[in-house]
């Protein structure tokens, strides 16, 4: 049942936060810190999308190496045993390149569904989610994840769906709330935005915790 599923999240989530703020902060004060540098990835100027190259390619190769330390300090917690930051970065950094393939190819499925219907970009990411952390826990190359991932999720895809959904109401809330927060106690400043960041970074990660009980929970029963 997904209430189940959404139980045994948030209690994964309440038990090892700490451990996984460990690896996900520094990640993304790095990320912000480039953003202060560099500019915002996307920035709207007189009703024009305009891209800042540069920030967004150092955030695209930034986010494989921050997700894979993320899913081995899952994967370690998952044992009973936190690992240490360098150790999560470790083990990330084996796996960096094929972590950007994989994440590539799942970004480019991904908005390829959006884009023609938003609920179908929905679900191939429910599908093809696990893809990352079959990449990472079991060697596989980025093509063959994928295919693992749509193979494995298709018993629990409207339970994955659906409780992405979920999460992602939750992480929207927090995010808006926070963002009103930040707002008034600090205005538009650097202040502000580690505010921000400190009240969305901890719930940013229910939807990974989400997709790593799944993986958990099928690699179990398989």
Known sequence: ML????????RFWRFGLLSLLLVVLPFTFIGLG???ALGAPLQV??????INWPTLALLALLYPIASGALIAQLA?????????LSQCVAASLRYATLLLFTYALLGSAVYIGLIALVLPGIWLYAR???GPFIVMLEQQNPIEALRLSFARTEKYQWQILLGIMVLAG???FVTL???SLSQVVAGESPLGDVIHLLITAPVGILIDIL???????QNTNA
């Open 34 to 36: 480039i953003q202060i």
């Open 45 to 50: 100027e007189e009703d024009v999308l305009l």
């Open 170 to 172: 939750v992480v929207l």
């Open 128 to 130: 093809l989610s696990q």
């Open 211 to 217: 997709i790593f009980r799944f993986y958990s929970l």
């Open 76 to 84: 370690a917690i998952q044992q009973g045993q936190a690992a240490s």
């Open 177 to 179: 709330l926070s963002a």
């Open 3 to 10: 209430a189940d599923r959404l139980t045994e999240v948030f």
